[in-house]
């Protein structure tokens, strides 16, 4: 199998290259049971981001990241769900089309967690940003919910995103084309 060695927060991965599509391959940033990366990239990502009241996070991969920042930074997150739960009421909720998962998702919050957001900076963040499709939906949560977005972070930038001027992140993560 191709690998792809990342240098990220002061660590070194093997990242295993998949196939996101006929033509191209990607190398898959998980940070699920990576204690020590999330731990790492959490504090390093606290140094970069602008000030912010809470943390904003996607369900699932989001997630162990948004938890960490917010244990480190004494402040609270809020993930948006990928289905609406039997105690979520009166959800909102926004489409989104991401280059890791098939097919179109959407995103919920609850009134309740869109309340806490109102008002308030928001720090959106996740693992790796790629297309933006999924940060499109999370903006797109926060402006319904009334809150306002101080900053938006990943540990990883894919592709083209590494060009993007209003995203903070740690490390460039290149795509492959895939041999023909």
């Given at each position: 199998?191709?690998?792809?060695t990342?240098?990220?927060?002061?660590?070194?991965?093997?990242?295993?290259?998949?196939?996101a599509?006929?033509?191209?391959?990607?190398?898959?940033?998980?940070?699920?049971?990576?204690?020590?990366?999330?731990?790492?990239?959490?504090?390093?990502?606290?140094?970069?981001?602008?000030?912010?009241?809470?943390?904003?996070?996607?369900?699932?991969?989001g997630?162990?990241l948004?938890?960490?920042?917010?244990?480190?930074?004494?402040?609270?997150?809020?993930?948006a769900?990928?289905s609406v739960?039997v105690?979520?009421?009166?959800?909102?909720?926004?489409?989104?089309k991401?280059?890791?998962?098939?097919?179109?998702?959407?995103?919920?919050?609850?009134?309740?967690?869109?309340?806490?957001l109102s008002?308030?900076?928001?720090?959106?963040?996740?693992?790796?940003?790629?297309?933006?499709?999924?940060?499109?939906?999370?903006?797109?949560?926060?402006?319904a919910?009334?809150?306002v977005?101080?900053g938006?972070?990943?540990?990883?930038?894919?592709?083209?995103?590494a060009?993007?001027?209003?995203?903070?992140?740690?490390?460039?993560?290149?795509?492959?084309?895939?041999?023909?």
């Amino acid at each position: 199998m191709k690998t792809y060695t990342l240098n990220v927060a002061g660590l070194t991965r093997e990242l295993p290259l998949c196939k996101a599509s006929d033509e191209l391959d990607i190398a898959a940033f998980i940070m699920f049971s990576d204690v020590e990366v999330t731990v790492a990239a959490a504090k390093a990502l606290l140094e970069k981001v602008p000030d912010f009241d809470i943390i904003l996070t996607a369900e699932t991969k989001g997630i162990p990241l948004g938890y960490e920042a917010a244990r480190q930074s004494g402040k609270n997150y809020i993930v948006a769900r990928k289905s609406v739960k039997v105690y979520m009421t009166d959800p909102i909720s926004v489409n989104v089309k991401s280059i890791t998962t098939e097919g179109v998702q959407t995103l919920y919050l609850s009134k309740e967690d869109a309340s806490e957001l109102s008002g308030r900076k928001v720090l959106i963040l996740d693992d790796v940003i790629s297309t933006g499709e999924s940060l499109i939906a999370l903006e797109k949560l926060v402006e319904a919910a009334g809150g306002v977005i101080s900053g938006k972070a990943a540990v990883l930038a894919e592709g083209k995103a590494a060009d993007r001027d209003d995203i903070v992140f740690l490390q460039k993560l290149p795509v492959f084309p895939r041999e023909k």
